[in-house]
Nanobody, 126 residues
Framework: QVQLVESGGGLVQAGGSLRLSCAAS????????MGWFRQAPGKEREFVAA????????YYADSVKGRFTISRDNAKNTVYLQMNSLKPGDTAVYYC???????????????????WGQGTQVTVSS
């Protein structure tokens, strides 16, 4: 079992920044590809970013490329999502997921994930 706990969400003005964290406990964190997804009201959950379990490779949705950065610290069992130049359209509940040894290019597929956190709310005001 892996437990994931997100934090760092909040209310920010358009153009501002937030850093989300996802702390993992349980099985070996370094064996999991980690991803961030988000779900806005009335919409399906969508892929945001992912990072490989075995390399520094990362993968982003086009809507956040150049504004968001995903990183991980295996010593702290934590994955981060640095979000800059936030827009009202980024408003959503953000979830982190863990997928055991998943190739990063498959990490955009929600059904590939083994574990999920409870989510953290991000609200961007205009």
């Amino acid at each position: 079992q892996v437990q994931l706990v997100e934090s760092g969400g909040g209310l920010v003005q358009a153009g501002g920044s937030l850093r989300l964290s996802c702390a993992a406990s349980g099985r070996t964190f370094s064996s999991f590809a980690m991803g961030w997804f988000r779900q806005a009201p009335g919409k399906e959950r969508e892929f945001v970013a992912a990072i490989s379990w075995s390399t520094d490779n990362t993968y982003y949705a086009d809507s956040v490329k150049g504004r968001f950065t995903i990183s991980r610290d295996n010593a702290k069992n934590t994955v981060y999502l640095q979000m800059n130049s936030l827009k009202p359209g980024d408003t959503a509940v953000y979830y982190c997921g863990a997928a055991l040894k998943l190739p990063v290019m498959l990490a955009r597929f929600e059904r590939r994930y083994d574990y999920w956190g409870q989510g953290t709310q991000v609200t961007v005001s205009s």
